[in-house]
């Protein structure tokens, strides 16, 4: 039981202590996925970025969103997206 309850605050300690949550979503990945979910839960801003708009789950096609291209387009949207927070 020990191991499970620090698994768990290992991932919500640092999203509970966070303003602005960045999700790599790569090949649909359901951790992710629940990282966002819980972060929205606690009314954090969240920001996914994904290869391909098709990877992020229908029920996060909501959340605000960027494709990661090159490293200068996505540094770019991402700085955007933190100054209008």
Known sequence: MEIKDDII?????????????????IDN????????????AKGKK???????????PSYLKTVSAILLRDC???????LNFVDTC
């Open 9 to 25: 605050s290992a991932i919500h300690d640092p999203i509970n202590a966070c303003d602005l949550l960045i999700a790599f979503m």
């Open 46 to 56: 969240v920001l996914i970025i994904s290869a391909d708009y098709s990877e992020i």
């Open 72 to 78: 200068f387009y996505t540094s770019c949207a991402i």
């Open 29 to 40: 990945n359901l951790n992710v996925a629940y990282e966002v979910g819980y972060a929205m």
